[in-house]
C-alpha cells in the first residue's frame, strides 16, 4: 500500500514539476494539460486524474514554485529606520528575486489573463505588503506621489527596464532608491 501511495505521489511531483516548467518556459496561456502530460512523461488522462481542472494544477504549481523560490520578507526590512535605508534594503532582495526569477515572473504576469484569479491575488498581495512595509517608513510624507513613486519602485517592470539597460541588480536598486528618496527628501507642502 505504502508503495502505491509512492508511487502516486511521485507521479503527482512530477506533474506539478513539468507545469512549472512549462509556466516559466512558454508561460502559463501556451501550458496545456497535453504538454504537461508529455513533459512528465505520463497520459493526458493521468494528468486529469490528479488535476481534476486547470485551477488545481495551477494551486500545486503555484505552491511548488513558492516553496523553491519564496518571495523576499518584508518583516527583514524593518529593521531599517532610515526611509531611503529600508528602500535600498527592499530594493536591492526584491531586485536580486526578479533577476533570479525572471522568466516565471514575466510569463506570469504576461499571462495573468489566463490564470485563476488566486495566482493574481497572491501576487498583489505580496507587492501591497512591500508597498506597506517600504512606505511606512515615511509617515510624514507619505503622500500620493510619494505613494505612487514606491509603487513604481517596487514594480516588476520597472526593475526589467533597468535591467534591460545593463544595470546589476544592486545598481538598479541604488538608482531607483535615489530617485524614490528625492520624492521623500522634498519639502512638505500644503
Not at 119 to 125: D, F, I, S, T
Not at 143 to 163: C, E, K, N, P, T
Request: proline share 5%; glycine share 6%.
Amino acid at each position: 500500500m505504502s508503495k502505491r501511495r509512492e508511487d502516486v505521489e511521485q507521479t503527482r511531483r512530477r506533474i506539478t514539476e513539468a507545469a512549472v516548467e512549462l509556466h516559466g518556459t512558454v508561460g502559463p496561456s501556451e501550458t496545456t494539460f497535453s504538454s504537461v502530460a508529455e513533459k512528465a512523461g505520463v497520459q493526458r488522462s493521468t494528468v486529469y486524474r490528479h488535476f481534476p481542472d486547470e485551477e488545481a494544477l495551477f494551486g500545486a504549481c503555484t505552491s511548488h514554485w513558492l516553496a523553491g523560490h519564496p518571495w523576499p520578507r518584508a518583516d527583514d526590512w524593518k529593521s531599517e529606520v532610515d526611509p531611503a535605508g529600508r528602500l535600498r534594503k527592499g530594493l536591492r532582495d526584491l531586485y536580486r528575486y526578479y533577476e533570479v526569477n525572471r522568466d516565471m515572473i514575466f510569463n506570469s504576469l504576461r499571462d495573468i489573463v489566463v490564470m485563476p484569479a488566486f495566482v493574481g491575488e497572491l501576487m498583489k498581495a505580496q507587492i501591497d505588503e512591500y508597498h506597506t512595509v517600504l512606505l511606512e517608513a515615511w509617515p510624514e510624507q507619505a503622500d500620493g506621489m510619494l505613494a505612487a513613486a514606491v509603487g513604481h519602485a517596487i514594480d516588476f517592470r520597472s526593475w526589467q527596464s533597468l535591467a534591460d539597460l545593463g544595470l546589476s541588480p544592486r545598481e538598479a536598486a541604488d538608482l531607483m532608491s535615489a530617485m524614490v528618496g528625492c520624492m521623500g527628501a522634498r519639502p512638505i507642502t500644503a
